[in-house]
């Protein structure tokens, strides 16, 4: 590829469209067939705008595609892990949710970890538990966190090979660069984690057939450091709408890279739906997808 060639941008906001789309279709048939529309509790841990925000958005998606929502919302002072626990026991042992969200991150009080682990994994529709996890390691049936899920699909879409590919994924989160890795390693790329002790990252990104960058810096991933013909994932979102990757540079070298915003962004919401869909058809005896 030479210098002056532009990447393909990889249009997250027409595949997650296609994915919610199929998702309501499904929805529509559970319904039809059990007299029972799927439904997504989500819980929410104090009064953050962002949290509240994201968590109003993926309530309005769920509506449109024909899922209902029930919202628990919880004081931040007063709430205890104990009391959190009990709240996502009570929802995993009610038959009438089918997927589970609790709205990352808690506040500093909370034992996150042990409030996750309480949801139960047939309805860990967020692929947050300790279960989900090991089952996508594993390649055993089970929920992916959605971000890297919604990942594999945007490369899937694009037909991009992995088997034997060097894939280098920035960033180790439990809800991102962790599990993006996994998945990668399960389609045979040979994987790389960067972090932020990593000493010479460019180096190491300059050998990358795949980047993934979730990290959280803008422009982090310099478009120099690009493999040409490389594809980037950037999963970044940092405020004034920008990437950990520097999108103008990298274009001129990358082969498919992902816009900030419309790229993964979108994405993970329409695995969350997805994966909702797919609960409720397995809690309701339907058969799997
Ligand atoms: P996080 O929990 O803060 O993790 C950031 C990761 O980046 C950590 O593993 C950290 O390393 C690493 N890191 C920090 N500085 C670095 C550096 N200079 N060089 C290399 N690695 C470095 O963040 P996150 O929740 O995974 O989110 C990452 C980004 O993705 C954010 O911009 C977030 O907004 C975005 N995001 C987007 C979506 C979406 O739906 N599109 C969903 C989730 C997150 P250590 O482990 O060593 O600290």
């Given amino acids: 590829m030479s210098a002056t060639q532009t990447a393909q941008p990889m249009d997250g906001t027409s595949l997650a469209k296609r994915i919610v789309e199929e998702a309501a279709a499904k929805a529509a048939e559970i319904s039809r067939r059990t007299g029972t529309s799927p439904c997504l509790a989500t819980v929410l841990v104090g009064e953050d705008p962002a949290s509240a925000t994201y968590v109003r958005m993926k309530r309005a998606r769920c509506a449109k595609a024909g899922i209902q929502s029930r919202h628990i919302g919880l004081p931040t002072t007063t709430t205890t892990t104990a009391e959190l626990i009990d709240t996502l026991a009570d929802l995993s042992g009610d038959p009438e949710v089918h997927g589970i969200l609790l709205q990352h991150p808690c506040s500093p009080h909370i034992d996150e970890r042990a409030a996750f682990?309480?949801?139960?994994?047939?309805?860990?529709?967020?692929?947050?538990?300790?279960?989900?996890?090991?089952?996508?390691?594993?390649?055993?049936?089970?929920?992916?966190?959605?971000?890297?899920?919604?990942?594999?699909?945007?490369?899937?879409?694009?037909?991009?090979?992995?088997?034997?590919?060097?894939?280098?994924?920035?960033?180790?989160?439990?809800?991102?660069?962790?599990?993006?890795g996994m998945l990668l390693l399960a389609k045979d790329a040979t994987v790389t984690y960067c972090h932020s002790r990593t000493t010479d990252l460019s180096a190491i990104v300059r050998e990358a057939d795949v980047v993934v960058a979730a990290v959280g810096r803008p422009r982090l991933i310099r478009g120099k450091d690009i493999k040409p013909g490389a594809v980037v994932i950037d999963a970044g979102y940092n405020p004034g709408n920008v990437g950990d990757v520097d999108y103008d540079t990298?274009?001129?070298?990358?082969?498919?890279?992902?816009?900030?915003?419309?790229?993964?962004?979108?994405m993970t919401i329409a695995v969350l739906l997805a994966q909702t869909v797919e609960a409720a058809a397995n809690q309701l005896g339907m058969q799997r997808h």
């Fill in 117 to 180: 682990e309480a949801i139960a994994p047939e309805k860990d529709v967020d692929g947050v538990t300790m279960h989900s996890f090991a089952a996508m390691s594993f390649a055993l049936p089970g929920f992916v966190s959605c971000t890297p899920g919604g990942i594999m699909r945007l490369l899937e879409a694009y037909d991009v090979e992995l088997a034997g590919k060097h894939a280098v994924v920035v960033g180790r989160s439990a809800i991102l660069g962790k599990p993006a």
């Fill in 250 to 266: 990298a274009l001129t070298r990358a082969r498919l890279i992902t816009p900030v915003p419309g790229g993964v962004g979108p």
